[in-house]
């Protein structure tokens, strides 16, 4: 991120901030940062490196505080500018209330989000916009984009992920600054971060305003949509390795053990592969998906023993429906494994490799806490099996 450069501030005591990031700014962001101000609330915008011919606009706004990035670096980048800003010129209990440059979004929508941070500073409070047909199709397919993935990820259902106007409290800046991320899929992040972290997550029905089809608007929805969505592609490369890893080593464990007659040899070179599969896997989940440095002793463990389950799992499932149900042994490898994957997605992303598991101290929010996952773990542990020994029983009855 680039070094900001405050131009002027007055913030004063005040328990309401509101944090517009801009990017080529109109005649718009004017109108709606003086009337905020006539409602009583402190403006920061940060101008994320407009153009020369958006300066004339930027300089009407001067006298409300703006902060310069030299340079475009996204709305995720702007955001974080302005937040720590705000750290260490504003109020320690005020509520920050971020809201976008193109006048999408009301002031009477902006100032009653706020509000509702103000009486619930613990959670993290979203204006949220009704889709319908009269919704520009960038905006659809950014929010369906993000919002199945949301629910996919955090199995947290939102109305609308992808809304610019959220509040909460300035105390929640420090972690919120940390969140990765530069462009739209902060945003995104942001969500994902609370819904792991157990910040309560609330929506507030807003007006739905587009102008000019929302022509203001920087979201691109292939490219934003792509960042969005990178680390659920980048798992599953990274699971299709481990898969064509496992499934080589099976397919050719099993083939020698048959001619050479071994006993038991779907067991034994599903364990195998298994095996080599899963430290391949735990390898590149750590360095390149989740991106997770040191902790080796602690993430190794906790994919331990959920690929210790997992194996538990995947054996008694295959072994189930190819020694009992009569299964071609190499489909039945192929369906057990898709139910492995999704099991693996779920428990990595929330558990294992969750930024927060382990580190917060006593009093923390967070449901990631140290004796909280491991007694997660059990959970999800124990339904797991529970849920394959079921199917399994249920294939060979039939």
Same mark, same amino acid.
């Given at each position: ?10 913030t004063r005591a005040a328990p309401m901030m509101v944090l517009i990031p801009a &990017? *080529? ?16 609330? @402190? ?25 310069? /990035?030299?340079?475009? *670096? ?14 260490g010129h504003c109020p320690t209990d005020a509520v920050v209330v971020t809201a ?15 509000? =509702? ?68 899929? &902060? ?14 997550? =609330? *929506? /507030? ?58 006993? /038991? ?22 360095? =390149? ?5 040191? @902790? ?26 190819v020694d009992h149900a009569g299964w071609n042994p190499y489909l039945a490898k ?15 992303? /929330? ?10 101290? *006593? ?36």
């Amino acid at each position: 991120m680039a070094r900001s450069t405050l131009v002027t501030a007055t913030t004063r005591a005040a328990p309401m901030m509101v944090l517009i990031p801009a &990017y *080529e700014p109109t005649l718009e962001l004017v109108e709606l940062v003086a009337t905020l101000r006539r409602r009583g609330a @402190r403006v920061l915008v940060v101008d994320d490196g407009s153009s020369v011919e958006t300066q004339s606009v930027l300089g009407q706004l001067e006298p409300y505080c703006v902060v310069l /990035h030299r340079q475009h *670096e996204g709305k995720g980048a702007a955001l974080k500018a302005g937040l720590t800003w705000m750290l260490g010129h504003c109020p320690t209990d005020a509520v920050v209330v971020t809201a976008d440059a193109d006048g999408q979004h009301s002031v009477d929508d902006i100032m009653v989000v706020g509000q =509702r941070a103000l009486a619930e500073p613990d959670a993290l409070w979203l204006g949220t916009r009704r889709f319908g047909a009269t919704t520009p199709w960038r905006s659809r397919v950014g929010n369906a984009v993000t919002g199945l993935v949301f629910r996919l990820v955090s199995g947290v259902s939102l109305s609308d992920t992808q809304t610019g106007l959220r509040a909460f409290p300035l105390a929640m800046a420090p972690d919120l600054i940390q969140v990765p991320g530069q462009r739209y899929e &902060y945003e995104t992040n942001v969500l994902l971060d609370c819904s792991r972290h157990g910040r309560p997550i =609330r *929506e /507030h029905g807003i007006e739905t305003r587009y102008f000019n089809n929302n022509a203001g608007s920087h979201f691109s929805p292939w490219r934003d949509s792509w960042l969005i969505l990178r680390d659920i592609a980048a798992f599953a490369a990274s699971s299709l390795i481990a898969f064509v890893l496992d499934y080589g080593l099976f397919a050719l464990l099993t083939v020698v053990g048959s001619v050479l007659g071994w006993g /038991h040899t779907v067991i034994w070179a599903n364990v195998v592969a298994r095996v080599v599969s899963a430290s391949t896997n735990y390898a590149v989940n750590k360095r =390149r998906v989740f991106r997770v440095s040191g @902790r080796v002793v602690r993430t190794f463990l906790g994919y331990a023993a959920l690929a210790s389950s997992i194996l538990v799992v995947n054996t008694l499932a295959l072994t189930g429906l190819v020694d009992h149900a009569g299964w071609n042994p190499y489909l039945a490898k192929v369906v057990v494994e898709l139910a492995c994957f999704v099991i693996s997605w779920l428990a990595q992303r /929330h558990l294992i490799f969750a930024p927060g598991w382990g580190r917060r101290g *006593e009093g923390s929010s967070s449901i990631w806490s140290r004796g909280q996952s491991g007694d997660m773990a059990g959970r999800v542990t124990t339904g797991v099996m529970t849920a394959a020994a079921r199917a399994v029983v249920t294939a060979v009855g039939r």
